[in-house]
């Protein structure tokens, strides 16, 4: 093996403009052998999370960052040694050893180049940035061996680890990493034996007197035994402090882009929606809707979509550096979704030209890939509108701010049943709150109001979905 035969694999624009990503699982380890096309690793960026796979053959020869490490797009991530030699025994890469260079910040010409994922990475300065609290002193060459040797570099030990190792998704272990839940002490209730989240949540809500990790050293056999760990209170832990970064990171950076650069109003009208929960238990028993996700946000979103057709004028967006208002003539329709690594806001392509049954399926599929976090880049980019349902936390409004470049977005609250004036008599009926929030630089106080109130009109009246589509 010679080092022209080394390729080195650099960390790619996974999301169009991205200048970072976080390693967060590395599904090869050095001696692997690997195929062009074959997933290497998991990161998450600060949309979503991306497996990269590797574009040529060759055998894994170092793995130049650990999990959990925030590498700069552009920099080498892992060494493959094209030739197909065997690669030496290395550090694996929860304790690696910096290369000579990682030290030292390097600075590269300017300029823009393509990559695997994506087009045009504009090289800059590069810096490694480890896990914080991961000071891991040099092993000795021995010691590198036999770690190397127990985590798995052989190919017998290689068998005993995937035999004994929990079997969970990548979002679940991520979960438990950031819980600090050990997977093999979990129980798993998922088929074929897989660790679920709610799992993870049980371990932890489970006796402090459960053991969380196995790698804590064992006490003197002469001391006395530990007593349970009491739970952290105001009292015992002052501040925790939660690095930002990733998916909460981006969210921050919007919200104070979007909430101090376009003028926000927010209008509230409540509504009686009896007939169109009435609709969703019909909906429900139809054989067209068989297997597809109906619930109260189909019909909100189907409402939305109407009143936009009937409203044109609100589906647009600012183009500051042309001081133009651009008016879309199709509606990518976002849903805001609450994930354990932040709020996300993917949205249905063209959901403007899909029947109902379409837009349930397409619902569904959008709640099942968040929830698993495997929400793609694209899902979340070129939204129009959004919706976001606060109701399914018992709020009955709020003012929401509005989605980066779209000039609207509708919260709905929660339905309630509650006293409502119906036919000239108190009736118990089911109502909600809906508040609209719109970019005044494009929809006026007339346009806007117009939005809102078809928006409650319909899910009022819900035959009007057949009336004014």
């Known amino acids: 093996m010679t080092e022209a035969s080394v390729?080195?694999?650099?960390?790619?624009?996974?999301?169009e403009g991205l200048t970072e990503a976080e390693i967060l699982k590395w599904y090869v380890q050095p001696g692997d052998t690997v195929t062009d096309g074959q997933v290497v690793c998991?990161?998450?960026?600060?949309?979503?999370?991306?497996?990269l796979p590797i574009p040529y053959d060759g055998v894994v020869r170092e793995l130049r960052f650990p999990e959990g490490t925030t590498v700069d797009v552009g920099t080498a991530i892992i060494a493959v040694d094209v030739a197909g030699g065997a690669a030496p025994a290395a550090a694996p890469a929860d304790v690696p050893e910096a290369p000579a260079q990682a030290a030292e910040e390097e600075t590269e010409p300017q300029g823009r180049q393509p990559v695997l994922v994506g087009y045009g990475v504009a090289q800059t300065s590069t810096k490694r940035r480890p896990r914080k609290g991961a000071d891991v002193p040099r092993q000795e060459p021995a010691a590198q061996a036999l770690q190397s040797e127990l985590n798995g570099h052989g190919p017998a030990a290689a068998v005993e680890v995937a035999a004994t190792r929990p079997l969970a998704k990548p979002p679940v272990r991520k979960l438990a990493k950031d819980l600090g839940v050990d997977l093999a002490t979990v129980t798993p209730t998922g088929p074929d034996g897989i660790i679920t989240r709610e799992d993870v949540h049980a371990a932890v809500a489970a006796p402090a007197a459960?053991?969380?990790s196995q790698a804590a050293p064992a006490a003197p056999a002469a001391a006395?035994?530990?007593a349970p760990a009491a739970p952290v209170t105001f009292d015992t832990a002052r501040e925790t402090r939660i690095p930002v970064k990733g998916v909460r990171k981006a969210t921050a950076a919007a919200m104070v882009g979007s909430a101090f650069t376009a003028p926000h109003v927010t209008e509230f009208v409540t509504v009686d929606v009896t007939r169109t929960m009435k609709l969703v238990e019909e909906l429900k028993a139809d054989k067209e809707f068989a297997g597809l996700r109906v619930n109260p946000l189909l019909l909100i979103s189907k409402a939305l979509l109407v009143a936009i057709k009937r409203n044109p004028d609100v589906n647009a967006s600012w183009d500051e550096a042309n001081q133009e208002i651009v008016q879309k003539h199709y509606v990518n329709l976002g849903i805001a979704a609450a994930t354990p690594r932040g709020l996300i806001v993917p949205n249905i392509k063209d959901a403007h030209a899909?029947?109902?049954?379409?837009?349930?399926?397409?619902?569904g599929e959008l709640v099942a890939t968040a929830r698993e976090?495997?929400?793609?880049?694209a899902a979340m980019q070129g939204g129009t509108v959004t919706i976001t349902n606060v109701g399914v936390f018992g709020v009955d409004t709020g003012t929401p701010i509005l989605n980066p470049g779209e000039s609207a977005i509708l919260a709905v609250?929660?339905?309630?049943?509650?006293?409502?004036?119906?036919?000239?008599?108190?009736?118990?009926?089911?109502?909600?709150?809906?508040?609209?929030?719109?970019?005044?630089?494009?929809?006026d106080g007339e346009l806007?109001?117009?939005v809102l109130a078809d928006v409650a009109a319909i899910l009022e009246q819900p035959k009007r979905l057949i009336t004014w589509a």
């Not at 390729?7 to 999301?15: H, Q, W, Y």
């Not at 899909?354 to 619902?363: G, V």
């Not at 976090?373 to 880049?377: A, D, L, Q």
């Not at 006293?419 to 494009?442: E, I, N, Y």
């Open 224 to 226: 006395p035994a530990a």
């Open 210 to 212: 459960e053991p969380v």
């Open 448 to 450: 806007g109001s117009k």
């Open 373 to 377: 976090g495997r929400t793609t880049p």
């Open 413 to 443: 609250g929660a339905i309630k049943l509650q006293p409502w004036v119906h036919k000239g008599k108190v009736k118990p009926r089911q109502v909600t709150t809906l508040a609209l929030s719109f970019d005044h630089r494009l929809v």
């Open 354 to 363: 899909r029947t109902l049954p379409q837009l349930a399926e397409a619902l």
């Open 7 to 15: 390729r080195e694999f650099k960390m790619p624009d996974v999301g």
């Open 42 to 51: 998991e990161v998450e960026t600060a949309k979503a999370a991306v497996e």
